[in-house]
């Protein structure tokens, strides 16, 4: 694995530089909510064949940092060799303190962060300064207005989709806030990939899921969070099936459910810290 060093600055936003081998995690105090955190990430490449792989996969910790921890000293139990977070790691990405308390505090306590590599999807939560992206309506209406930006500052600049290997599973990684052309021509591309097309298992992680439930009717429909990522299920989901994804997984959603259609196997599993639905 690679180790990163996740910047956290006083302005709330962070980056990733990249280092063959990244610094012994600190026990940071909890005064501390500035400085840089060590994050290993996978090596891409396949394994020899069978060889026993385990993947611990968790999304939705936001600001129950209590559960999440639980949760990670579940993980660390298992001995997972890739540890994968759907999205929403924090309530406000905003705010810089919670990157510390709610993500990578955690992580360092249990000793998670650099020993098991980790993939990680990123949430509507996770956006810095949301009203880029969530804008207000303009109708006199509350809350954000479905739109998503096409932005390259959340583009693959920012390494916010991506793709890798790890043994014989592609990975597609795909950032659900932005329906953005730079995003759908990656998609193309991949799904055309030698290395997607001779994966063992094709697996593609987004935060909001192709099909989804609401939960809170004012929110669903008055705030029109109904229309959040819905280009998910209009316009990406028919390239997930002629590609032959084997499975989807997605958060957003603070609940485990799963089903199968068209080939592809579908799974929500948003129950990573975040008061949980009804």
């Known amino acids: 694995s690679k180790m990163y060093k996740f910047e956290v600055s006083s302005g709330g936003t962070g980056k990733a530089e990249g280092g063959k081998s990244g610094p012994k995690p600190q026990a940071f105090p909890e005064k501390v909510v500035h400085g840089a955190y060590p994050l290993a990430i996978p090596s891409s490449g396949t394994s020899r064949g069978g060889e026993s792989f385990k993947v611990a996969i968790i999304g939705d910790s936001q600001s129950g940092a209590v559960s999440f921890d639980r949760l990670l000293r579940e ?3 298992v001995k997972p060799n890739l540890a994968i977070h759907l999205g929403d790691v924090v309530q406000d990405a905003d705010v810089v303190r919670e990157w510390h308390s709610y993500f990578f505090r955690p992580l360092e306590f249990r000793g998670l962060s650099n020993r098991i590599p ?13 009203q880029r992206v969530f804008p207000n309506r303009g109708n006199g209406t509350s809350g954000p207005a479905p739109i998503f930006v096409n932005d390259r500052a959340f583009s693959n600049g920012g390494m916010h989709f991506f793709s890798i290997t790890v043994s014989s599973i592609r990975f597609v990684v795909l950032d659900t806030n932005v329906n953005s052309r730079e995003q759908r021509e990656f998609l193309e591309s991949e799904f055309q990939s030698s290395e997607f097309l001779t994966a063992a298992f094709r697996v593609v992680l987004c935060h909001i899921p192709p099909f989804l439930e609401y939960w809170n009717p004012g929110a669903w429909f008055e705030g029109g969070e109904s229309a959040w990522g819905a280009f998910v299920k209009w316009e990406w989901n028919p390239m997930f099936r002629r590609a032959k994804v084997d499975v989807v997984i997605s958060g957003h959603s603070h609940i485990y459910q799963r ?8 799974i929500i599993s948003g129950g990573g ?3 949980l639905e009804e």
Request: hydrophobic share 35%; aromatic share 8%.
């Open 273 to 275: 810290g975040a008061l």
């Open 118 to 130: 980790w993939i990680v999807a990123r949430g509507n939560h996770d956006i810095i300064n949301k």
């Open 259 to 266: 089903g199968k259609s068209d080939g592809v196997q579908y």
């Open 75 to 77: 993980i660390d139990d």
